[in-house]
Structures are given as C-alpha cells and as structure tokens.
Nanobody
C-alpha cells in the first residue's frame, strides 16, 4: 500500500505565505514525478505544480513566480513541498498531493493524498 499524507494547509491573509508538505510512504520502488493539484468549490481539479525525479518542473500560469515546488533528494524521505508566496483569495482550494510511482508489486500508477484545505482571506 502507498500513502500520501499532506500537511501545512490553513488560513492566511492575502499576500501571505504557506508551505505544503507531502510524505509518501509504503512499498515504493521508484517515484517518477510528484505534484500538487487543487480543487476549488464548483470547479474541476487542476494542476498547480509538478516535479519529475530529474528535477524538471511545470507550473500553472496562475501560480508562476509565486509558488515553488521541490522534492526531497533523500530517497528515504520521499517528500514533496509547495512553497506558496503572495497568496491570493483565488488560491483558496483543497490542495491534493499526487505521485506517479511504482511499488515492489505494481508498475507505475498514480496515487493521491486526501487533501489539505488552503483558505486565503481578502
């Protein structure tokens, strides 16, 4: 079994910062990529940022220059982080951690965390 557990969400004023963390655990063999998605009420889930095992990153246009995604280089930790600066009310959403990984028992699959709420007040 694979678990992705997010932390770091909360309530912040516009212009503030938050740092989200996601820990992957289980019988993980290798991680191809990890990322963050978000879903606001009444909207579809959308990609926020993604990072590959090689360090390549991809960001939604709406967060470029404000958010930074990083991945732990410690194989034992298997963590991904999202540093969010200059937060805006439109960033309010449930943020989900995502990972494309293989385990000792299965080929590459996509896994999701339970989500963490981020609320930005104006």
């Amino acid at each position: 079994q694979v678990q992705l557990v997010e932390s770091g969400g909360g309530l912040v004023q516009a212009g503030g910062s938050l740092r989200l963390s996601c820990a992957a655990s289980g019988s993980i063999f290798s991680i191809n990529a990890m990322g963050w998605y978000r879903q606001a009420p009444g909207k579809q889930r959308e990609l926020v940022a993604r990072i590959t095992n090689g360090g390549s990153t991809d960001y939604a246009d709406s967060v470029k220059g404000r958010f930074t995604i990083t991945m732990s280089r410690d194989n034992a930790k298997k963590m991904v982080y999202l540093q969010m600066n200059g937060l805006k009310p439109e960033d309010t959403a449930v943020y989900y951690c995502n990972a494309d990984l293989s385990t000792r028992y299965s080929m590459i699959q996509t896994y999701w965390g339970q989500g963490t709420q981020v609320t930005v007040s104006s």
